[in-house]
């Protein structure tokens, strides 16, 4: 098995609607393993939006390959930036209704509109930098650029494989962003903090025990065998 560190730097302010308050869009200090799989072109997404997530089929076909990508941990203290938006058109009158905003009083006209039209976002500012890690049986080719967020926002990836053994363990604790769900047999978890965000909630500041992989570079361990709990 090979396992790449990759490091990732935001070139541009980064949005992800982790917490909506009323109008008030909060973007967490993490970027999820799910969404880093389709921006690093290891999951395809079809052009047009699908009736629902493929998450079963895209992530059970990463299973079979030996593919597995961590969840994106910040380095260091996340910085954030927060910004008025309003996308309204610009006309007298307009009110809300089921997905749609209607602007004439009189002809009743409506557009389409299945996401907010104002608030406030907060989002990851410019210059942040995230570790993941990507474990697979074969060797991967990654892009020097990927796009995150609503906003498709640019990121440099840089890339190292890195060298790893695996350990038995008795209890470590592993301070960066995991998915609990993907966690094997092997691996066994005591306690955690819980970050709650969709599709899936992650964890970090676990307590683990059991086979792990120690990677010598960074001085830090993995659980082994994590798979996509799909």
């Known amino acids: 098995m090979k396992v ?11 949005f992800f609607a982790s917490r909506e308050i009323y109008n008030y869009y909060e973007t967490e200090s993490v970027l999820g393993h799910f969404a880093l799989a389709y921006a690093l072109g290891l999951c395809n997404s079809p052009y047009t939006a699908p009736k629902k ?17 961590s969840p994106a941990t ?4 996340a910085k954030f930036i927060i910004q008025n938006f309003n996308t309204l058109a610009d006309s007298f009158w ?19 509109s ?16 995230f570790s993941l ?33 695996i350990e038995e363990v008795e209890t470590e604790k592993v301070s960066r962003v995991l998915s609990p769900l993907d966690f094997s047999e092997e691996v066994v978890l005591h306690s955690y903090d819980t970050i709650n965000i969709r599709p899936t909630p992650l964890i ?3 307590i683990l025990s059991g086979e792990m992989i120690y990677i010598e570079d960074k001085k830090e361990y993995i659980p082994t065998k994590m798979r996509y709990g799909v």
């Open 4 to 14: 790449y560190y990759l490091e990732l730097e935001l070139m541009e302010n980064t």
């Open 53 to 69: 997530p493929l998450y079963q089929e895209h992530f059970s076909d990463l299973n079979e390959q030996g593919i597995y990508i």
């Open 74 to 77: 910040v380095l260091g203290r």
């Open 94 to 112: 307009y009110a809300f209704k089921n997905n749609a905003v209607e602007s004439d009083r009189n002809s009743r006209r409506t557009y389409a």
């Open 114 to 129: 299945n996401f907010p039209q104002q608030g406030r976002a907060k989002m990851l500012a410019v210059g942040n930098r």
């Open 133 to 165: 890690y990507v474990m697979s049986q074969e060797a991967i080719e990654f892009p020097k650029y990927i796009r995150l967020g609503k906003f498709m926002s640019k990121a440099k990836v840089e890339v190292k494989e890195v060298d790893y053994r």
């Open 204 to 206: 970090k500041n676990s």
